[in-house]
């Protein structure tokens, strides 16, 4: 097994890849008004909302407990509609030498596809793989979702 990984998950979103983006982008503090069992916090520590270098911090639930994280957005790229964070402190970091997140949003026909993908050192090779993670990002995508049709 190798200790460098990468995992990718796409999800369909019925409430526009824009609304998605900007959210994420400008708006995260409200994320947990929309997904309260999955963020309970998304407070900022630096810098300006939706500008690159500025540092987040994050309260959520992951396998049932609190975690925390801090990130820094390391890149935005509005014409693919993308945030990355990279991850330099809190839980994960017990578990992971790095640990980058990032999103974006393809929109074919009248669908908007998100596109969720981890890029990961593990410290060891008993650590496993960041699939439970990656399946607390499907659900938020879907509870932003659900809160924004119900919304509309």
């Not at 909302?49 to 994050?58: C, M, R, Y």
């Not at 017990?94 to 929109?107: G, I, M």
């Not at 981890?118 to 932003?144: H, M, Q, R, W």
């Amino acid at each position: 097994m190798g200790l460098k990984g990468k995992l990718t998950a796409q999800i369909e979103i019925r409430a526009g890849g824009d609304v998605f983006h900007e959210l994420f982008r400008y708006t995260p503090h409200q994320i947990p008004n929309m997904s309260p069992t999955t963020i309970q916090r998304c407070d900022l520590h630096q810098g300006e909302w939706g500008t690159v270098g500025s540092i987040i911090f994050w309260n959520y639930t992951h396998e049932g407990k609190q975690k925390v994280a801090k990130e820094v957005i390391e890149a935005i790229d509005e014409e693919k509609r993308s945030v990355t964070f990279k991850i330099v402190e809190g839980d994960l970091m017990e578990l992971y030498k790095t640990f980058t997140a990032s999103f974006h949003v393809e929109t074919n026909g009248d669908v908007d596809l998100v596109t969720w993908t981890f890029a990961y050192e593990k410290l060891n090779d008993d650590i496993e793989d960041p699939l439970s993670l990656l399946g607390v990002c499907i659900k938020l995508t879907k509870d932003i979702e659900s809160h924004h049709l119900k919304a509309a």
